[in-house]
């Protein structure tokens, strides 16, 4: 297998919307990331958690934290959205929202049980 084809290292960048959005209700947001690095951990480089990435203090993490050499898995709000309200934390690290950069993962409506699926569905790409 040569560089072209090898998969990207994947990290797991969430982003809660400040713990208190009625659409993420019924996640929670310990539980799953406990779950998630205990079950997970092995095909995962690292994962943070953020109340807020598309106010300017995210855009400034994104810009230090989203990198080439990894493909981001942004569990967030609904995948159009994120394609909106992330993409200035993108243009400000100089990624582009690609399919070899980054994968969304809505987790509007959903709870802790179905955004794990979601993620190891996403990991498994
Ligand atoms: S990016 Fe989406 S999930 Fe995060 S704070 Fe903004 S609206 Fe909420």
Not at 32 to 42: C, P
Not at 76 to 104: N, Y
């Amino acid at each position: 297998m040569n560089e072209t084809t090898s998969p990207k290292p994947k990290a797991l960048l969430f982003c809660t919307c400040s713990g208190a959005c009625a659409s993420m209700a019924k996640i929670d947001f310990w539980a799953l990331t406990e779950r998630v690095r205990l079950e997970l951990g092995g095909q995962i480089e690292f994962l943070a958690l953020h109340p807020r990435l598309c106010e300017e203090d995210g855009e400034r993490l994104m810009k230090h934290v989203l990198t080439d050499k990894m493909l981001f898995i942004t569990p967030a709000c609904a995948e159009k959205r994120q394609e909106k309200l992330l993409r200035d934390g993108f243009q400000k690290a100089g990624m582009p929202m690609d399919a070899a950069h980054w994968i969304p993962v809505s987790m509007a409506m959903e709870t802790t049980d179905t955004v794990f699926e979601k993620i190891k569905a996403a990991l498994a790409k």
